[in-house]
């Protein structure tokens, strides 16, 4: 197994799946209010946080790996590249999904001819120049702007700090190719064959995966449900973990049924 995985608390499983150039860490905020109602499976993506790489590395491969680590039947939430990493297993593999949350996710991250919900291919490029320069502050600088509205953020943003310290930073070759992921990745026409219930969770000031994006999901998921989280940016569970929680136990218990 490739995917190093921590088992926290008690229920039924809940998968938890990061973005790019981070590991699990990111939700150490939320572990400890989770783990009372949930088997969280917080996972490392291949070649981040505790993890080895893998060869190749493609999104399908990182699907394979988490699907490897993770209960039978499982509820899976996904953030950023780990929304494309869920909506991967929901595709190929249904039968492992109980309930799908994509948080600041997508289909298709970069605009193209007839998807405008996106943003343009150089940001990206330009923040991933500014990891292989300085990792560790360039991560922490963007969760922090995630954490401006949190009502304990600077409590947040130190927990943040400790997380991302414990663990080995990924190799730029890692960075790179996890940008191409986002880059090339378009599962526009696979994720409307989703037919599980699917929360989306989204911030009306994501500027990464822009709140248009969660609007055609919405459209076109026969069982999706749409929160909007006004104030929030890329990280809801960050900025605004209340809200958060509030709707992903409303979703998961069973009078949240979609």
Not at 60 to 74: D, K, N, T
Not at 92 to 98: G, H, L, N, S
Not at 140 to 156: E, G, H, P, V
Not at 167 to 175: C, D, E, F, N, T
Request: with cysteine; glycine share 8%.
């Amino acid at each position: 197994m490739t995917c190093h995985v921590e088992v926290i608390g008690k229920g039924h499983p809940l998968v938890l799946i990061h973005g790019w150039g981070m590991h699990g860490g990111v939700w150490q905020s939320l572990v400890k209010r989770l783990s009372k109602n949930y088997m969280l499976y917080v996972v490392d993506l291949p070649g981040m946080g505790k993890s080895p790489s893998i060869e190749p590395y493609h999104l399908y491969r990182l699907a394979e790996e988490v699907a490897e680590v993770i209960p039978g039947v499982s509820d899976i939430l996904g953030w950023s590249l780990g929304g494309l990493v869920a909506q991967n297993i929901a595709v190929t593999q249904p039968d492992r999904v109980k309930k799908l949350i994509l948080v600041g996710s997508t289909p298709c991250f970069i605009e193209k001819k007839g998807w405008q919900s996106a943003i343009r291919r150089d940001y990206f490029t330009e923040f991933s120049q500014n990891l292989e320069t300085d990792y560790q502050r360039t991560m922490i600088k963007f969760l922090t702007l995630q954490c401006m509205r949190a009502k304990d953020a600077r409590d947040t943003v130190r927990q943040l700090r400790q997380s991302f310290e414990s663990k080995p930073a990924p190799s730029q070759k890692i960075l790179r190719e996890g940008l191409h992921i986002l880059l090339e990745s378009d599962l526009r026409e696979e994720s409307i064959k989703i037919r599980k219930p699917t929360l989306l969770i989204h911030g009306d000031r994501d500027t990464l995966a822009p709140v248009q994006a969660a609007h055609w999901m919405m459209q076109h998921l026969p069982k999706g449900v749409l929160r909007v989280i006004s104030g929030a940016a890329h990280a809801p569970f960050l900025s605004h973990s209340e809200q958060f929680i509030e709707a992903l136990d409303q979703f998961l218990t069973p009078h949240g049924e979609a």
